[in-house]
């Protein structure tokens, strides 16, 4: 996987968010909070999940981005792990986004594959 440039927009005060920022930092990305204000400049988004299950807050951003058809990636920490890997590296290929947001569910930060995937990826 290649490197990216891109700033990567967690929203603030959520257990996902505090599970995945120190792994992002470490990696020399740019994280920043997010907030609704910022919907209008996110070109990309990032939707972690367990088997297709979402909190309400999470399901109602997702509609929201597909409904203004910005970029979305879905991984599914319950399917496989190098191709989740290798699909999050040619989203960010194939769509040149700079300013992505991650979402995931409260309940992912506990989720034993979520750790696997901070250790590996390479954005």
């Given amino acids: 996987m290649t490197p990216h440039d ?14 995945i920022r120190p792994s992002l930092t ?7 909070p997010f907030d ?3 919907i ?3 070109d990309g988004v990032v939707l972690f999940h367990d088997n ?7 399901a ?3 509609d929201l981005f597909e409904n203004r058809q910005v970029g ?11 191709v989740a890997l290798s699909h999050l590296s040619l989203f960010f290929d194939r769509t040149k986004c700079k300013k992505v947001l991650f979402l995931g569910s409260e309940s992912l ?14 954005l």
Avoid at 26 to 32: F, N, P, Q
Avoid at 52 to 58: I, L, P, R, T, Y
């Fill in 109 to 122: 930060k506990d989720h034993p594959k979520l750790e696997i995937f901070k250790e590996k990826w390479i």
């Fill in 40 to 42: 209008e400049y996110i």
């Fill in 6 to 19: 891109s700033t990567i927009y967690l929203q603030e005060k959520t257990a996902f968010a505090a599970s």
């Fill in 52 to 58: 297709h299950n979402f909190d309400k807050s999470v």
């Fill in 72 to 82: 979305m990636h879905k991984i599914d920490l319950s399917g496989t792990m190098n």
């Fill in 60 to 62: 109602e951003l997702r």
């Fill in 26 to 32: 470490d990696r020399g990305l740019v994280t920043a």
């Fill in 36 to 38: 609704d204000s910022q």
